[in-house]
């Protein structure tokens, strides 16, 4: 029982940045509510609501909302808005520090003599609640993916332009995971110079795709890099959320 329980925690310990880097986040329906869901593939985890840092809604037209959540102790809900088409949140996870002997934290690397490594974990999402007509202008986020036409309207193995964008800007070279539920560790193509990508809608339902990016940081005390993991949600299938 005590090698058992000693080869579990050692687990959680190396994969503690996996577990930081691994997971999205993304709006589904849960119990009738609109629920943010932080996960890896089918993993629906529980976190912390505070960590949830920009909440933005939007109508059809691309007007800006008030936007909310209810905390829940271990999830959130986003509060129902009948004229919210788009929901945008941030989720920051915090510093992931490897000590010196190969130990991580859910601390930053400043509390830590001699630290391995660390990063910051910042999750981001478009999610499309409901959506008739063309896609609004989306406001910026640090990494999104944007559809070029409205994906609600489309059926499972129909083409879906994105542009991946960084701080509003195309980011080129980025590999999209279509279908981040049901084969989150399978990639598809990659953005071209312009950021764009074509993908096949998977799923006539919830469709979930993801892209991530990293930078390094220098001279920070607290991190060598900071990851952004953004994910697109949306129903396809003529099955819209309302």
Same mark, same amino acid.
């Given at each position: 029982?005590?090698?058992? =329980?000693?080869? &579990?925690?050692?687990?959680?310990?190396? /994969?503690?940045?996996? %577990? $930081?880097?691994?997971?999205?986040?993304?709006?589904?329906?849960?119990?009738?509510?609109?629920?943010?869901?932080?996960?890896?593939? /089918?993993?629906?985890?529980?976190?912390?609501?505070?960590?949830?840092?920009? #909440?933005?809604? &939007?109508?059809?037209?691309?007007?800006e909302l008030a936007g909310s959540i209810t905390a829940h102790d271990d999830y $959130? %809900?986003?509060d129902k808005t009948d004229d919210a088409a788009i929901a945008l949140i941030d989720f920051d996870n915090g510093f992931y520090t490897k000590d010196a002997n190969g130990k991580w934290h859910n601390r930053p690397k400043s509390e830590f003599p001699n630290a391995e490594t660390a990063g910051r974990y910042i999750k981001h999402t478009i999610s499309?609640?409901?959506?008739?007509?063309?896609?609004?202008? +989306?406001?910026?986020?640090?990494?999104? +993916?944007?559809?070029?036409?409205?994906? =609600? !309207?489309? !059926?499972?193995?129909? *083409?879906?332009?994105?542009? %991946?964008?960084?701080?509003?800007?195309?980011?080129?070279g980025i590999l999209i995971i279509p279908d981040y539920v049901n084969m989150s560790?399978?990639?598809?193509a990659t953005t071209d110079e312009k950021g764009m990508v074509e993908v096949v809608v998977r799923n006539n339902g919830l469709n979930v795709i993801a892209a991530k990016h990293s930078v390094d940081l220098v001279d920070d005390?607290? $991190?060598?890099? #900071?990851?952004?993991?953004? =994910?697109?949600?949306? #129903? $396809?299938?003529?099955?819209? *959320?309302?």
């Open positions: 029982m005590k090698r058992l =329980t000693a080869a &579990i925690t050692g687990l959680i310990l190396v /994969a503690g940045a996996g %577990v $930081a880097s691994a997971h999205g986040i993304w709006i589904a329906e849960r119990w009738g509510e609109h629920g943010l869901v932080y996960g890896h593939g /089918a993993e629906d985890g529980s976190y912390d609501p505070a960590k949830i840092s920009s #909440v933005k809604l &939007i109508d059809e037209d691309g007007n $959130a %809900v986003l499309i609640l409901h959506l008739h007509g063309d896609m609004p202008s +989306i406001p910026p986020q640090d990494l999104q +993916i944007v559809p070029l036409s409205n994906p =609600t !309207e489309l !059926e499972a193995g129909s *083409s879906l332009k994105l542009r %991946v964008l960084y701080k509003g800007n195309p980011l080129p560790e399978q990639s598809g005390k607290d $991190a060598d890099l #900071v990851q952004h993991f953004a =994910t697109l949600s949306f #129903v $396809a299938g003529g099955e819209h *959320s309302h």
